[in-house]
């Protein structure tokens, strides 16, 4: 099978189709309807705002994306295409790769993501290395590059060091360090600036916004703050127990919101 490049796919401009997906979540004694019908496309280029309350389906459709929902999710339907190829219907083998060269994601406690017993330059050469078939001299360069492009000072210094000694904001630029190393088509930010002050979530959505332009990647921004979406977003997806209520571009939300939960969401952030 012949998948598109990444040039390819930012010539078509959609990152990421999702075409009416539904997931379930199986317990012993009953089934969660946590994403039905879903329709979402992430432009290349854009950041595209998931937004909705907690508990409405989110971060379900984020780890579906990236092929690593929870053992008991059950797909029942759809297509979620990635970078010009459903991923839903590929083979197994190949799949996390094909997923990982397409797309990066990062959570909100990024601290979490990244290995306590590694330093950061570890694991950013180890996470270089996993896709270039390169020396470890060429992958320290790139991965001090990587560093100097999310403008986190002193690189050389912050290679040596462990995460336990980083603070929120550095942590999560290390991961979108990571998550950007491989220039995907997409990036998922899940809630990336939830856990941080506000001085530094503006420095962390100002660096989403310089990839985006950058590299022109597309970034599926999950948030529950309509301010960040009003600031930084390009198209809204509002999400309302497992369905996409209303979707459009950010001035179409905010001047002129269709559903009654988008007016209350819009109503309460003003
Ligand atoms: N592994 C799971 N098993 C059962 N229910 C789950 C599981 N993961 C999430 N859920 C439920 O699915 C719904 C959607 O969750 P989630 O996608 O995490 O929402 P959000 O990210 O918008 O807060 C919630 O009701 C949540 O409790
Ligand atoms: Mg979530």
Not at 102 to 114: E, K, M, R
Not at 119 to 134: M, P, R
Not at 240 to 248: A, L, R
């Given at each position: 099978?012949?998948?598109?490049?990444?040039?390819?796919?930012?010539?078509?401009?959609?990152?990421?189709?999702?075409?009416?997906?539904?997931?379930?979540?199986?317990?012993?004694?009953?089934?969660?309807?946590?994403?039905?019908?879903?329709?979402?496309?992430?432009?290349?280029?854009?950041?595209?705002?998931?937004?909705?309350?907690?508990?409405?389906?989110?971060?379900?459709?984020?780890?579906?994306?990236m092929g690593i929902q929870d053992k008991?999710?059950?797909?029942?339907?759809?297509?979620i295409y990635l970078a010009g190829t459903d991923i839903l219907s590929m083979p197994k083998k190949g799949l996390r790769s094909y997923i990982s060269n397409?797309?990066?994601?990062?959570?909100?406690?990024?601290?979490?993501?990244?290995n306590p017993l590694l330093?950061?330059?570890?694991?950013?050469?180890?996470?270089?290395?996993?896709?270039?078939?390169?020396t470890k001299k060429q992958a320290f360069t790139i991965a001090l590059n990587q560093?100097?492009?999310?403008?986190l000072p002193q690189?050389?210094?912050?290679?040596?060091?462990?995460?336990?000694?980083?603070?929120?904001?550095?942590?999560?630029?290390?991961?979108?360090?990571?998550?950007?190393v491989f220039r995907p088509a997409l990036l998922i930010a899940d809630e990336p600036t939830t856990a941080l002050d506000v001085t530094v979530q503006a420095q962390i959505l100002h660096q989403l916004d310089s990839m985006r332009k950058r590299e022109g990647t597309a970034i599926l921004l999950i948030t529950h703050d309509l301010g960040v979406v009003a600031e930084i977003a390009d198209d809204?997806?509002?999400?309302?127990?497992?369905?996409?209520?209303?979707?459009?571009?950010v001035d179409d939300i905010f001047s002129n919101p269709q559903h009654t939960y988008t007016r209350q969401l819009v109503a309460a952030a003003l």
């Open positions: 099978m012949q998948y598109k490049t990444n040039q390819e796919v930012q010539s078509e401009n959609k990152a990421l189709e999702i075409r009416g997906l539904s997931l379930d979540y199986i317990m012993p004694d009953q089934s969660i309807h946590a994403v039905v019908d879903l329709n979402l496309v992430a432009r290349t280029g854009k950041i595209t705002a998931l937004v909705g309350e907690s508990g409405s389906g989110k971060s379900t459709v984020a780890l579906a994306v008991n999710a059950v797909i029942s339907n759809g297509e397409h797309a990066g994601i990062i959570f909100q406690d990024s601290i979490d993501s990244l330093t950061v330059g570890e694991q950013l050469v180890e996470a270089v290395l996993i896709h270039e078939k390169i560093l100097l492009a999310v403008s690189p050389e210094e912050l290679m040596k060091k462990y995460p336990f000694m980083l603070s929120g904001g550095m942590c999560q630029r290390v991961m979108i360090a990571i998550a950007s809204v997806c509002v999400m309302k127990d497992g369905y996409i209520v209303e979707s459009g571009t």
